[in-house]
């Protein structure tokens, strides 16, 4: 009986955190355009994925909320863990209905990581019954789409991020490979006149200077998410202190964001928001 209550306790213990990891943000698009009440703010939309939604990783969203440059806004988080750019496809129509003043797009970290393995992409394939492996091909042309389609359909002003490093060991292919599809975004905002922001070359830059004598090289591995979120919704450890423990700079499981990190993009959110 005693056997049997602990793993039913455990059970429960492990579905409660996992609820809370993957809760859809209550101020996603689809909530605003669903609500009776007409706002009187101007609407600044965040579209990405986990590193956005912010429930296994530092929120940023949920923390610019609370500075005074965002105080006359009304800012969307439209992140879901897990997405890639197809996923921000099929949002784009629902995100220019609320007729933003911004929109901020942080996003292919997971178009990345597919495309590193056969089993990584099976991951993905199995989640989202794509129709097509991930390469830098269609992610290029799927950001192309995505800033044609908010170019045209809306007045917002567009902020492309380059995206965060994948592990924090230069020589790895992973790391190696946010370089080359951060470029990738680097150039589409050039070609399209948008606004770019080097979030992946100030983290680069940070662990080059570091020089971690053994830095943290990223594999597939979910245990180290599964690990790291434990850690902080169950032993309430700060994304800081989980990154701390495993001898990190910015990330908390190779792939998401602790507050340093957080911080660096929310003050190069800021600069657009400054009045």
């Known amino acids: 009986m005693k056997h049997f209550l602990a793993l039913a306790s455990l059970f429960l213990l492990t579905r409660c955190v996992f609820f809370q990891a993957t809760a859809v943000p209550e101020n996603n698009t689809v909530s605003y355009l669903s609500s009776a009440n007409s706002p009187h703010k101007e609407f600044i939309v965040f579209l990405g994925d986990s590193i956005t939604h912010g429930r296994v990783s530092y929120d940023y ?99 492309l991020f380059s995206i965060p490093v994948l592990g924090e060991d ?15 975004l680097k150039e589409i905002g050039s070609s399209k006149k948008v606004t770019y922001k080097p979030f992946n070359e100030q983290l680069v830059q940070a662990i080059l200077t570091n020089n971690n004598p053994n830095p943290s090289r990223y594999e597939m591995n979910r245990w180290g998410m599964y690990s790291t979120i434990i850690g902080h ?7 800081d202190e989980l990154s701390d423990k495993k001898g990190m700079l910015f990330l908390t499981d190779n792939i998401h964001l602790n507050a340093r990190a957080g911080k660096i993009l929310e003050s190069m959110i800021l600069e657009e928001l400054k009045p």
Do not use: M
Request: charge should be positive.
């Open 61 to 159: 969203v949920d923390s610019l909320t609370r500075h005074p440059y965002a105080k006359d806004y009304i800012l969307v988080n439209e992140g879901i863990n897990s997405r890639l750019t197809y996923q921000i496809l099929e949002q784009l129509e629902n995100v220019v209905k609320l007729k933003p003043k911004f929109v901020f797009l942080l996003i292919g970290t997971n178009d990345l990581k597919a495309s590193l393995s056969e089993e990584e992409a099976g991951y993905y394939f199995k989640k989202w019954d794509l129709k097509e492996t991930p390469t830098k091909e269609s992610f290029t042309k799927n950001v192309n789409t995505i800033v044609d389609y908010l170019k045209k359909n809306s007045q917002a002003k567009i902020i």
């Open 233 to 239: 919704y169950v032993f309430y450890k700060s994304w």
């Open 170 to 184: 230069p020589e790895s292919i992973p790391f190696q490979r946010s370089i080359e599809y951060s470029k990738l």
